[in-house]
C-alpha cells in the first residue's frame, strides 16, 4: 500500500530553519505531484507548497515564499521542504500528499497523506 512519512519536524525559536522529509512507498514516485499542507489547531488545512512530478515546477503560498523552499529527488522517492526565517505563526502540523501526474492548491485533490510533523516555532 502507499505510504508517506513525514520526518523533521522539531521545536525551534522564531528565526531558525528546519527541513522536513516526506519519504514515499507503494508508488511510482515519479509520477506524482507532491504538496506540503499544514494544520494548526482550530484552523482548516492549508497549502503551503507543490512540486511537480519532474522536480521543474513549484507553487508556494505567499505567507512562506522566499522563506520556503521545496524539492524533490525522485531517485530517493523523498520530498523536501526546507522551511528558514520561521515565524510563531508556522507552527502546525505539516502534512505532504500526493497527486497522480499534478499538483492543487486543494487538498481535496490529493490521493494519497502522510501522519503528518509537528512543527513549533517559539516567539
Known amino acids: 500500500q502507499v505510504q508517506l512519512d513525514e520526518s523533521g519536524g522539531g521545536l525551534v525559536q522564531a528565526g531558525g530553519s528546519l527541513r522536513l522529509s516526506c519519504a514515499a512507498s507503494?508508488?511510482?514516485?515519479?509520477?506524482?505531484?507532491l504538496a506540503w499542507f499544514r494544520q494548526a489547531p482550530g484552523k482548516e488545512r492549508e497549502f503551503v507548497a507543490a512540486?511537480?512530478?519532474?522536480?521543474?515546477?513549484?507553487d508556494y503560498a505567499d505567507s512562506v515564499k522566499g522563506r520556503f523552499t521545496t524539492s524533490r529527488d525522485n531517485a530517493k522517492n523523498t520530498v523536501y521542504l526546507q522551511m528558514n526565517s520561521l515565524k510563531p505563526e508556522d507552527t502546525a502540523v505539516y502534512y505532504c500528499?500526493?497527486?497522480?501526474?499534478?499538483?492543487?492548491?486543494?487538498?481535496?485533490?490529493?490521493?494519497?497523506w502522510g501522519q503528518g510533523t509537528q512543527v513549533t516555532v517559539s516567539s
Open positions: 500528499a500526493a497527486r497522480y501526474r499534478r499538483t492543487s492548491t486543494s487538498p481535496q485533490f490529493y490521493s494519497y
Open positions: 512540486i511537480n512530478p519532474s522536480g521543474d515546477s513549484t
Open positions: 507503494g508508488l511510482i514516485f515519479s509520477n506524482y505531484g
